[in-house]
């Protein structure tokens, strides 16, 4: 039975409602929400919206039932005892509107629907990214914001516009210049971590900026006051609140992008070689990543030390650019164990690893008697855009099984550090803020300086993750708040839509295609 012959309806009715309920299908059906997603996607098109095989059916024996006179989108009726209406005209042939013009008039019809019912609901209707500032929409101000919508690869990423957060007791209210971007950023991006947070979520986890707000309690800041800080996620976007605890005052020569670079390298890297392994005249220090933040922190900081030796393993393209600040450079795909026997037999007094996988081993080998071993990452187990377990359980399995008994016979001392734990979690804020005064007294010196390597807008994220996945820089990345994005690297960036909405382009998934492998 057709489905203009089920029920009671009268036979004038039924082409109206059929043709109605076909409509709405289609509106449903386009929750897309660009032209470009629907023309990428090979989307047959009609009226801007896409047909799906169930809606071309209906539409198809609507047609057959209404006469062609009937117009799609009546939706009154006849009052009783009005004239009847002219007899039908023939009716004219009319030329299609191109698929992509189409396209635009329906994805623009489907966002207005669909606003139009958030504000209903009383949602605020997301605008677009791009651009600084803030914006007012109704009595809400609101910012722009990076948010991962999920766990995965670069598609998961959008900048969207958020309501403003508002300090709370004991917090502080930043207008955000620069955020520090990090290789942990990428193992959260894939959910790559111990306990991840629940998505969506604004990422990052330092930043710098004016304090624009005081929230009750908060002693020894004044609004206007420069500072960098650590946040607890949520510090890519261009206000944040976070405990006053965890803010500390930036030097006046010291620049914005400069101060977002600062407290997570050179923290992690005082703290290991100061706090952990007691680093004294004379010693030998090797450190992975050389070229990179962290690696380049702890370069700074031994070179305060007399007569302290350097070993760093990095990638050759970044040999020239790092020679004078490591005393001897080897390539990370080298036999970089033989190599640092050679100049030292014994081996080093300090190994700080960030890779893990197999070098975990290789580095309790090169440790000398009363030596200590530093793991502070594990970027081994991060080969691909998304979470891998063939990586993880590879990693894992290449990591050095170690007997206590050994390192008792061995006097071999072994250690973990996370800078994120000790602060949320473990609460040694305190042993932070007298860390970060002494580090903002060597800048002061003269004797440290954070390493810049690039300025990148919010709407260019993907880039800028893409740059430290393929280990393409020397120093830090910066996110620029104010920065104008490249009108190329942002169209995928930024997105109309709340980030926590799933994607329905798989253009860009990356389990459907392979990246670059990681280089050092």
């Known amino acids: 039975m057709s489905f203009f012959q089920k029920g009671s309806l009268t036979e004038d009715k039924k082409p109206e409602l059929g043709v109605k309920l076909a409509?709405?299908?289609?509106?449903?059906?386009?929750?897309?929400?660009?032209?470009?997603?629907?023309?990428?996607q090979g989307a047959r098109l009609f009226g801007g919206l896409r047909r799906s095989p169930w809606t071309a059916a209906?539409?198809?024996?609507?047609?057959?039932?209404?006469p062609p006179s009937i117009p799609h989108s009546t939706g009154g009726t006849r009052e009783r005892g009005s004239p009847s209406p002219p007899a039908p005209q023939q009716p004219q042939p009319v030329r299609p509107a191109p698929p992509r013009a189409m396209a635009k008039e329906g994805v623009e019809k489907a966002e207005e629907t669909e606003q139009m019912i958030e504000k209903e609901a009383g949602k605020e209707p997301a605008e677009g990214g791009g651009g600084g500032g803030s914006h007012r929409l109704g009595d809400a101000q609101e910012m722009r914001a990076v948010v991962l919508a999920g766990f995965g690869g670069l598609n998961k990423l959008r900048v969207t516009r958020k309501a403003m957060p508002e300090p709370q007791d004991g917090e502080l209210k930043i207008r955000v210049k620069a955020c520090g971007l990090n290789f942990i950023d990428l193992m959260v991006r894939q959910g790559n971590i111990d306990t991840p947070?629940?998505?969506?979520l604004v990422p990052g986890f330092e930043c710098s900026g004016i304090v624009e707000a005081l929230g009750d309690s908060v002693k020894g800041f004044e609004i206007g006051d420069r500072v960098m800080a650590f946040v607890n996620y949520s510090a890519w976007a261009e206000v944040v609140c976070t405990p006053?605890?965890?803010?500390?005052k930036i030097p006046e020569d010291m620049s914005f992008?400069?101060?977002?670079?600062?407290?997570?390298?050179?923290?992690?890297?005082?703290?290991?070689?100061?706090?952990?392994?007691?680093?004294?005249?004379?010693?030998?220090?090797?450190?992975?990543s050389a070229g990179g933040g962290v690696g380049q922190a702890v370069a700074?900081?031994?070179?305060?030390?007399?007569?302290?030796?350097?070993?760093?393993?990095?990638?050759?393209?970044?040999?020239?650019?790092?020679?004078?600040s490591v005393t001897h450079l080897f390539d990370r795909n080298a036999d970089y164990v033989q190599e640092v026997k050679r100049i030292s037999a014994?081996?080093?007094?300090?190994?700080?690893?960030?890779?893990?996988?197999?070098?975990?081993?290789?580095?309790?080998?090169?440790?000398?008697?009363?030596?200590?071993?530093?793991?502070?990452?594990?970027s081994n187990m991060v080969t691909g855009e998304t979470k891998s377990f063939?990586?993880?359980?590879?990693?894992?399995w290449q990591v050095e099984k170690v007997n206590p008994i050994k390192l008792y016979e061995e006097n071999k001392v072994i250690a973990g550090f996370s800078l994120l734990n000790l602060l949320f979690k473990q609460g040694r804020a305190g042993l932070i803020r007298g860390v970060v005064d002494k580090l903002i007294a060597l800048y002061n010196q003269k004797k440290i300086k954070p390493v810049v390597d690039s300025l990148w807008a919010l709407e260019e994220v993907k880039e800028a993750m893409q740059r430290i996945h393929d280990r393409g820089n020397i120093g830090k990345l910066i996110l620029d708040v104010e920065k104008t994005p490249t009108p190329l690297m942002a169209n995928d960036s930024t997105e109309t839509s709340e980030a926590g909405e799933e994607e329905e382009d798989h253009e860009g998934d990356s389990e459907n295609k392979e990246r670059m492998p990681f280089i050092q």
């Open 23 to 40: 409509e709405k299908r289609e509106l449903r059906l386009c929750s897309g929400r660009t032209e470009r997603r629907a023309v990428r």
């Open 257 to 288: 992008s400069e101060a977002a670079a600062f407290p997570m390298n050179f923290v992690t890297a005082y703290m290991m070689l100061f706090e952990v392994a007691n680093l004294r005249e004379g010693m030998s220090v090797l450190i992975h």
């Open 346 to 378: 014994e081996g080093v007094d300090i190994v700080l690893d960030c890779l893990c996988g197999d070098n975990t081993g290789k580095g309790l080998s090169l440790l000398k008697p009363l030596g200590t071993y530093i793991l502070y990452g594990s």
């Open 58 to 66: 209906l539409l198809a024996e609507a047609a057959a039932i209404a």
């Open 300 to 324: 700074q900081l031994c070179s305060t030390v007399p007569n302290v030796t350097v070993f760093g393993t990095a990638s050759t393209f970044k040999h020239e650019a790092i020679k004078d």
């Open 244 to 248: 006053v605890e965890f803010v500390y």
């Open 390 to 396: 063939f990586s993880f359980a590879k990693s894992w």
């Open 197 to 200: 947070p629940k998505t969506p």
